[in-house]
């Protein structure tokens, strides 16, 4: 509550020295808030009791987002504008990767916040008896087309790298019997699902809140649809945080399969 309080001030008083670093300060008072409610609610937490895959989590993120980065050089779709006022208190890469470390974190622990309070518990639908070899692979392949669109045709083609690696990754998931949507999807419990897709508005609202009062941010340079902006995001823009933490879901699970071969806490 401290660091957001801190965040906010710095922007109302326009506290340069506090607000070009509100990124990470802002979103670990985020996480640490949501991780908190948690543990009050059900006694046990992501950070209280599984720090180290926390600690993990952060540093995939990095990873994840920098890759995100990479091929927004093809898309072209977001870039930073208030680089004037860096110093040279931390270095911009530093800090930037400091920051990209909070996304997964910030969209799990509100989606266990969300399953703790049985938000969508009681949503389902009729269970699926078999998921068949073919829809998977074709999944797969659609996923794979679908980033190859992105980057070679990205005036038509961006919106689909929010979809690309959920295609390539969840069926995988689902096959080596790793937490997955489409394992939710047969079973026909949506509350995953539900969780999930509101984490990531709710994620996503928050990051364009912030973003749009720093003195150092993104702005988008969105084709066709950039239309009525809602702070610096397009408002259709806003549609593909619902992929996004899907994709982030998939993503995690996958490579934290290579690792580790266990449940855990937030499956």
């Excluded at 059900?42 to 990479?70: A, C, D, Q, T, Y």
Aim: net charge positive; proline share 4%.
């Amino acid at each position: 509550v401290i660091l957001i309080l801190l965040i906010e001030l710095s922007f109302v008083f326009n506290i340069k020295y506090i607000s070009l670093y509100y990124f990470p300060l802002a979103w670990f008072g985020f996480i640490f808030i949501i991780d908190a409610l948690v543990y009050k609610l059900k006694k046990r937490s992501l950070i209280s009791n599984n720090f180290f895959i926390f600690l993990g989590m952060l540093l995939l993120s990095s990873v994840l987002w920098s890759l995100f980065e990479l091929i927004n050089h093809s898309l072209n779709n977001w870039f930073y504008v208030g680089g004037e006022f860096w110093n040279s208190i931390i270095s911009e890469r530093t800090f930037m990767l400091i920051s990209f470390s909070t996304v997964i974190p910030a969209i799990f622990e509100t989606f266990e916040l969300l399953r703790t309070i049985h938000l969508f518990d009681k949503f389902k639908i009729k269970r699926y008896n078999k998921i068949s070899k073919k829809l998977l692979l074709g999944m797969v392949y659609s996923g794979v087309i679908m980033l190859i669109l992105s980057i070679i045709f990205p005036s038509f083609g961006y919106p689909l790298v929010w979809l690309a690696f959920f295609f390539m990754l969840d069926p995988i998931n689902y096959i080596h019997k790793q937490p997955s949507i489409i394992k939710n999807i047969k079973e026909g419990k949506l509350s995953v699902p539900l969780c999930l897709l509101a984490a990531g508005i709710i994620c996503g609202f928050f990051w364009e809140f912030w973003n749009y009062w720093a003195p150092y941010k993104w702005v988008y340079n969105v084709p066709f649809l950039g239309f009525f902006k809602i702070f610096e995001m397009p408002v259709l823009g806003y549609l593909g945080y619902f992929p996004f933490a899907f994709e982030i879901y998939a993503m995690y699970w996958f490579i934290r399969s290579l690792f580790v071969n266990k449940e855990h806490l937030l499956e």
